[in-house]
Nanobody, 122 residues
Framework: QVRPVESGGGLVQAGDSMRLSCVAS????????MGWFRQAPGKEREFVAA????????DYEDSVKGRFTISRDNAKNAVYLQMSSLKPEDTAVYYC???????????????WGQGTQVTVSS
């Protein structure tokens, strides 16, 4: 069991960059696939990016490909989301989650953080 805690959100302007961090307490962090999801007001939670136990095994939602990079540091029980060329439509609460197997389906994730707000102004 792991307990993810996100940090790094805030207010930025369009075109800026931001890095989100997620540190997960608990055991066997390296055995979990980790994902980032986001939820904008009035919308369903959507997949952003995922990384498997093997750090080179990554997946991205189409709208963030080339702009966002997910990475992990198992020694620190951490996963990161580096976001660049941010757009107003990226505004949402961003959640970090852990799963036994990587997936873009939020239902496959067992452990969730509380989320961190990212606001991109135009």
């Amino acid at each position: 069991q792991v307990r993810p805690v996100e940090s790094g959100g805030g207010l930025v302007q369009a075109g800026d960059s931001m890095r989100l961090s997620c540190v997960a307490s608990g055991h066997l962090f390296s055995t979990y696939a980790m994902g980032w999801f986001r939820q904008a007001p009035g919308k369903e939670r959507e997949f952003v990016a995922a990384i498997g136990e093997i750090p080179r095994d990554t997946d991205y939602e189409d709208s963030v490909k080339g702009r966002f990079t997910i990475s992990r540091d198992n020694a620190k029980n951490a996963v990161y989301l580096q976001m660049s060329s941010l757009k107003p439509e990226d505004t949402a609460v961003y959640y970090c989650a852990a799963a036994s197997l990587g997936s873009s389906d939020p239902k496959k994730y067992d452990y969730w953080g509380q989320g961190t707000q990212v606001t991109v102004s135009s």
